[in-house]
C-alpha cells in the first residue's frame, strides 16, 4: 500500500503487510490513524504520521472490510465469511466477535451503531453500546 502526498503528488510512504488487494483505507476521526483491511483476510492499524505497523488484530479469513468509530475509540472489522470484530482502535483488544448468517460486503459505523451489510441483500445493525446486540436485519430483497 502507497501514501501519496496530495500537494506534491510525492510518495510518502510504502507500507508493506498485505499479501492480495486492500478493500479499504479508513481513517481514524483524529487522522492519526490508518486500518488497511484486504482480501487476504487481514487487517492492518498503521500509523499514519509515521507509516508504521501498530497491529494486525486476528480472526478474519477471505476479504475484510473496516471503519472507525465517530469517535475514533475503536475499530469494526467484518468479513466475508460472516463474522464481525470490534477492536480497540489501536488493533490491539479483541472486544466482541460476532457471526452472521451471510458473508459480509460493506461495513460503515455512526454514532453508537454499526451497519453490516451482507451478501444476502440484507442489513444488520449492531449496538456497540449494548455489547454490540443486534438491533435489527432488513432484507433489501422481493
Known sequence: ????SAVSGELVASLEGHT?????VPVSPDGTRLASAGADGTVHVWSAAAGELVASPEGHSGRVWGAFSPDGTR???ASAYRTVALWASDGQDALCRLVL???VV?????????????????VALL???????PL???SAGP
Open 106 to 122: 460493506a461495513v460503515a459505523w455512526e454514532r453508537s451503531t454499526i451497519a453490516i451489510g451482507t451478501a444476502a441483500a440484507e
Open 20 to 24: 492480495r488487494w486492500v478493500t479499504g
Open 136 to 138: 435489527t436485519s432488513t
Open 1 to 4: 500500500m502507497r501514501i501519496w
Open 127 to 133: 449496538d456497540v453500546l449494548d455489547r454490540a446486540r
Open 75 to 77: 475499530l469494526a472489522s
Open 101 to 103: 448468517g451471510a458473508s
